[in-house]
């Protein structure tokens, strides 16, 4: 069974642009869940989607958006690019929501904001 | 507010010693997760703890859970090269049928010869 896939691993953006993410689940995995990783932070929740819903969203700027398509595939958008935004970002998929089933990540998109 | 705390957050260990990494939570949690991360990689799901007094052991890596004490611990057994990364637990929250996963700042564990 094929995992977690993102795209693209590698982003050099410049501050003020924005940038588009893409995450494909696990087959037959309903719940995608986003995460940003940095060295001063660590890992934050940045939010989840089930069957196309945002059903939780960590404490992130509105700046983070995201969705979810009926394939269950997600995308997450960052507008107006700062350089605190360069992190790794996470996607994580799950049968169902993260407080039922444990949720596989993928590799990530490492984004560096110049 | 659910927080999870890890220590410690940096380990050194010799090859063949054993260790533990210990993991506290705030508030009751549903689920305690252990993860793995290799430099450059993303995170590889090791345990999952369900409920107090649940054990689980994968090789040289044994994980608990106390709900009570609201800790789990991570022992290594025999330490070996390759088990060298960083360690994350994580915990999701009671209750809701969404939750998401509150991660531990991670330990970094190297194993030297």
């Known amino acids: 069974k094929a995992g977690v896939t993102q795209t693209p691993r590698y982003l050099i953006k410049t501050r003020g642009q924005q940038v588009t993410l893409s995450c494909s689940p696990i087959?037959?995995?309903?719940?995608v869940s986003w995460y940003q990783q940095t060295p001063g932070q660590g890992l934050q929740f940045l939010f989840e989607?089930?069957?196309?819903?945002?059903?939780n969203k960590g404490n992130f700027p509105g700046r983070f958006s995201g969705r979810q398509f009926s394939n269950s595939r997600s995308e997450m958008n960052v507008s107006t690019l700062e350089l605190g935004d360069s992190a790794l970002y996470l996607c994580?998929?799950?049968?169902?929501?993260?407080?039922?089933?444990?949720?596989?990540f993928g590799p990530g998109t490492r984004l560096l904001v110049l | 507010e659910l927080k999870v705390e890890q220590n410690p957050l940096f380990l050194s260990m010799q090859e063949g010693k054993n260790y533990t990494i210990y993991c506290n939570y705030s508030?009751?949690?549903?689920?305690l997760y252990w993860y793995r991360q290799d430099p450059g990689k993303s995170l590889e799901s090791l345990f999952v703890?369900?409920?107090?007094?649940a054990v689980k052991q994968e090789g040289r890596l044994m994980a608990s859970l106390d709900t009570k004490a609201r800790l789990s611990t991570l022992h290594i057994t025999a330490a070996v090269h390759d088990l060298s990364a960083t360690y994350f637990c994580?915990?999701?929250?009671?209750?809701?049928?969404?939750?998401?996963?509150?991660f531990g700042k991670g330990t970094k564990l190297s194993v030297k010869p």
């Open positions: 087959s037959g995995h309903r719940s």
């Open positions: 703890l369900l409920s107090n007094g």
């Open positions: 989607y089930f069957s196309e819903t945002q059903r």
């Open positions: 994580a915990a999701t929250l009671v209750g809701g049928s969404q939750g998401n996963l509150i």
């Open positions: 508030t009751t949690s549903d689920r």
């Open positions: 994580a998929s799950s049968l169902a929501p993260p407080a039922q089933e444990t949720q596989y």
